[in-house]
């Protein structure tokens, strides 16, 4: 009998990987796509408009280690999370706000695998900006590998972050 080999959380943090564009869901390894210009701008977009708006209240973390015990090791494109001290430890969905995914050649991989390892996690908020059909896709409310709600947002419209209502963000082209 063939069958699939999960590695631990533990197993993946110590296999000689490439530093980047590898990611852990579920025990299962994933390549990611390089980064494309198009990508990478929106990136930076949100992770300006992030940092800007919502100053001391939060941490933003571009395309940094993110934890969901007890088998998944990701890079989101950007999250939002608690401030303090993580020097010892990544941030896991406890410590998270808001989780930003942007998709220009992966939103089958992003809709069909991330958005549910958070929703497993207990993300409250996941944000994937789909490049390709020009919207953002809003995921609140995780209940066991999905949300709740999903609320469909075009470029240029703006919304709040759940955990800062006070806060309106428009979302970038």
């Known amino acids: 009998m063939v069958r699939p080999y999960r590695f631990s959380l533990e197993e993946f943090l110590k296999l000689p990987l490439p530093e980047r564009g590898v990611e852990l869901l579920e025990g299962e390894i994933y390549q990611m796509a390089p980064i494309g210009s198009r990508h990478a701008f929106v ?7 992030l940092r800007k708006s919502l100053g001391e ?13 007890p088998g998944t090791y990701v890079e989101p494109d950007l999250l939002v999370y608690r401030q303090g001290d993580y020097r010892e430890r990544h941030p896991t969905p406890q410590d998270a706000f808001l989780v930003v995914e942007v998709s220009d050649t992966t939103l089958e991989y992003d809709l069909t695998k991330k958005v549910p390892a958070y929703a497993k996690g207990g993300v409250p908020e996941v944000w ?6 020009s919207r953002l896709l809003v995921f609140r409310t995780p209940e066991e590998d999905h949300y709740r709600e999903q609320i469909w947002v075009k470029p240029g419209e703006r919304l709040a972050p759940l955990a800062f209502p006070e806060v309106l963000l428009e979302v970038p082209w």
């Open 128 to 133: 994937v900006q789909d490049l390709q059909g």
């Open 57 to 69: 209240r939060a941490r933003v973390r571009v395309q940094g280690p993110f934890v969901i015990p």
């Open 43 to 49: 990136v930076e977009r949100w992770d300006e408009v």
